[in-house]
């Protein structure tokens, strides 16, 4: 199921409350940006991370910057799987969800980050899919709509646990960065620059 501009959000439910492993998963068109007649350009390298809050309180992200590639056991209960610095590996960059500590989850916030490349989010060719298992896929694509040419950073979708359900909703919200992200939706976090 795609998410769109009219059909914004989608509601996930098990009987137990237990999802399993829930994937994320970030693809995107591996071309070139920028440089005249493509003397200079340089690859595009999206990055999939999440902010993700737990029910008492407790707040960080999970991104390959700053190598803040997360737990399954422990919180945040989400691991990044490795770094695709090209969107040349087959699948592109997946984030993995413990479903079984939802009941421990209040939000996480999927995002992409132009780490590397222009700043022209209809050239990524960019989607976020979410599969819970046995749920229907949900998938979000960021070329719909364009951020400025600083706009680096693309808040994708918000999943929220409302009585145990996970709430998918599509926000496809374009910012200059983490901070400004961060404050937008109130996650009180502080930011220092990072590299990978």
């Known amino acids: 199921m795609s998410l769109t501009k009219t059909e914004r959000t989608i509601s996930l439910g098990k009987d137990d409350g237990r999802f399993g492993r829930i ?6 068109n591996q071309r070139k940006s920028g440089g005249f007649f493509g ?3 340089t690859a595009i390298d999206l990055d999939l991370g999440a902010l993700i809050e737990t029910r008492d309180g407790s707040r960080t ?33 997946w984030l993995d969800i413990n479903g079984d500590r939802w009941n421990l989850m209040k939000r ?5 980050f132009i780490y590397e490349g222009v700043a022209n989010w209809r ?3 960019g989607v976020v899919r979410v599969m819970v298992p046995g749920q229907p ?15 680096t950073m693309c808040a994708v979708a918000l999943l929220e646990n409302i009585g145990g359900e996970i709430r998918v ?24 620059e990072g590299s990978k």
Do not use: C
Request: net charge negative.
């Open 169 to 192: 909703s599509r926000e496809v919200r374009f910012f200059a960065g983490h901070e400004p992200m961060d404050k937008s939706y109130g996650w009180g976090m502080r930011w220092v």
């Open 108 to 112: 996480v916030l999927i995002f992409a």
């Open 61 to 93: 992200a999970v991104q390959a910057l700053g190598d803040s590639f997360g737990s399954w056991q422990d919180f945040p209960y989400a691991v990044l799987q490795g770094d695709d610095r090209s969107g040349a590996a087959s699948g592109g960059e």
């Open 39 to 41: 003397i200079g350009s």
């Open 23 to 28: 994937r994320v998963n970030l693809d995107w």
């Open 123 to 125: 050239e990524t060719d």
């Open 137 to 151: 896929e949900v998938e979000v694509r960021m070329n719909e709509l364009a951020g400025s040419g600083s706009d």
